[in-house]
C-alpha cells in the first residue's frame, strides 16, 4: 500500500486538539487528532471564489502531547504529512472507504503574543480567570550552566 504526502499550509484549527493514551506496541503512546482547515484561492475580481479544504489530522508521541498543551482553536499552523486507504468491511459486509492523514511534521505559525492573546479570549468567554505569563525559570544546572525551562514546543528555535 503506497503513501502520498500531504502538505496543508497556513491552516487553522477548527476546535481543541483531542488527546488519548492508546496501547502501543511498548506500552501507552499518546494519540492527539485535530481539525485543520485552510482556504484556497482562485480566479480574480468578480470571479474569485474561496473553496475550504478541512482535514482531520492524527498524531503520535511526544508530537501529540505537544499539540495538546500548546494548540487550541483558531492556531495557525502548517502540516505535513501522508494519507493512506483505510478501506474496510463493516458488520453487514459493506464496503466502507475511508481515508486516513497521519501528521509527520507541524509547524506553530503563532507567536507567543498571540497564543496567550487567544488564551485570555477564551478564558474570558468561558468566565474563568485569564492564564497568566509565566516567568522564565531557571532549570536545573547541566554541564555546569544553568538553563532556562523550556516554553515553547519542541522544534522550535529557543532565543540565546
Known amino acids: 500500500m503506497a503513501n502520498v504526502q500531504v502538505i496543508q499550509r497556513h491552516a487553522h484549527l477548527a476546535g481543541a486538539v483531542k488527546l488519548e493514551f492508546v496501547n502501543g506496541r511498548e506500552g501507552k503512546i499518546a494519540k492527539a487528532v485535530l481539525t485543520a482547515i485552510s482556504n484556497t484561492r482562485r480566479g480574480s475580481g468578480e470571479a474569485r471564489?474561496?473553496?475550504?479544504t478541512a482535514i482531520q489530522w492524527t498524531l503520535w508521541g511526544k508530537q501529540a502531547e505537544n499539540?495538546?498543551?500548546y494548540l487550541g482553536k483558531g492556531s495557525h499552523v502548517n502540516i505535513v504529512g501522508r494519507l493512506r486507504n483505510n478501506n474496510y468491511q463493516d458488520n453487514e459486509g459493506a464496503d466502507v472507504y475511508a481515508l486516513a492523514f497521519t501528521a509527520e511534521d507541524i509547524d506553530y505559525l503563532?507567536?507567543?503574543a498571540s497564543t496567550e492573546a487567544r488564551e485570555a479570549r477564551r478564558a474570558r468567554m468561558d468566565g474563568a480567570p485569564?492564564?497568566?505569563?509565566q516567568p522564565a525559570t531557571a532549570a536545573p544546572k547541566a554541564n555546569g550552566r544553568a538553563r532556562r525551562a523550556r516554553t515553547e514546543p519542541q522544534?522550535?528555535?529557543m532565543p540565546a
Open 130 to 133: 485569564a492564564p497568566q505569563a
Open 49 to 52: 471564489e474561496e473553496e475550504s
Open 110 to 112: 503563532d507567536s507567543k
Open 67 to 69: 499539540a495538546a498543551e
Open 155 to 157: 522544534g522550535e528555535a
